[in-house]
């Protein structure tokens, strides 16, 4: 809005300009808190809820009874501000406030949240680092290195990104030969975990023969 005040130097151009001052100054003052409301909602239907949640606070609530059908809200007991109340009253609930003004709002299906996805593996330039170092250790390893034998084992690493368990999940079927793998695996290391990648890692060792020692690179120690 444009004041316009008059000219010259009387009273009333004065009583303008000082009109003016407040009217500036008042647009800089924040809004007023929320006031804190005694709510007594005992746990009921949703619907009932909402309705008396409605009278408490004054603020109208437009939802699709579809929405809100066969819910449960907890009780609401205390001094609150409007927001606070409507949060804990939907606490559970799959549903999300939208205001649609300063006294009204409507609740809505709230967005899944899509699982978190679960890094894998192969996905990683770990896993050839891994299996590198894997591949070693049982070539350096006594009577562990690559043969017939086929087994699934699940590793687990210590603080330092060390393998400190071996469990199998399938062994070779020889004991003496499963007690020489694990010697042989328990120790390895190839760097942290990439970030997100839970543990055990489970591998597969797969038959192999000397020619697959010979042609590793490196001088066959582990990590």
Excluded at 99 to 111: E, G, I, R, W
Excluded at 162 to 172: A, G
């Amino acid at each position: 809005m444009t004041l316009a005040c008059p000219s010259g130097g009387g009273w009333m151009r004065r009583a303008c300009l000082a009109l003016g001052l407040v009217a500036l100054a008042g647009a800089g003052v924040a809004q007023t808190p929320p006031r804190e409301i005694a709510f007594a909602i005992a746990a009921q239907p949703l619907d009932q809820a909402l309705a008396q949640y409605s009278l408490a606070s004054g603020l109208t609530v437009l939802v699709d009874s579809a929405l809100t059908a066969g819910r449960e809200a907890p009780a609401v007991v205390g001094t609150y501000t409007p927001g606070d109340a409507l949060r804990r009253l939907l606490a559970g609930s799959p549903l999300a406030i939208r205001y649609a003004s300063p006294h009204s709002f409507t609740l809505v299906a709230a967005p899944a949240v899509p699982p978190a996805r679960t890094a894998r593996l192969r996905d990683t330039p770990y896993a050839a680092a891994l299996q590198g170092a894997l591949m070693r250790a049982l070539c350096k390893g006594q009577g562990a290195a690559p043969g017939g034998y086929r087994a699934l084992v699940k590793l687990w690493f210590d603080k330092a990104w060390r393998v400190n368990q071996v469990d199998w999940v399938s062994d070779t079927g020889s004991a003496p030969l499963n007690q020489r793998l694990e010697a042989a695996l328990r120790g390895v290391t190839a760097g942290p975990l990439p970030a997100g990648m839970p543990q055990p890692v489970t591998v597969l060792l797969q038959p192999g023969s000397a020619q697959d020692c010979q042609a590793l690179p490196g001088d066959g120690r582990a990590g």
